[in-house]
């Protein structure tokens, strides 16, 4: 893994003229880190809305772990 201090450092050693597309690129990784956030609720909203998955998931989980009181 990268660390943050020698990468700003990388960033610091760069030619000025090259801060824009390093800005550009920091942005693009923004919205892709965004997107797979939001895809991922999405696909837990999508299951979680899914009684039958959820009946079989709950259970599968009592049949293994024994049954949890709901409080």
């Known amino acids: ?21 390093v800005f550009d690129f920091v942005e693009f990784l923004q919205q892709k880190a965004k997107n797979q956030h939001e ?5 837990y909203m999508e299951m979680a809305a899914d009684t039958k998955r959820e009946q079989e998931a709950s259970e599968w ?11």
Not at 39 to 43: G, I, L, N, P, R
Request: aromatic share 10%; hydrophobic share 40%.
């Open 1 to 21: 893994m990268i660390e943050r201090v020698k990468l700003l450092k990388e960033i610091d050693n760069l030619p000025s003229k090259y801060y824009a597309e």
């Open 61 to 71: 989980c009592n049949a293994y772990f024994g049954s949890i009181p709901v409080k």
């Open 39 to 43: 895809d991922e609720v999405d696909a």
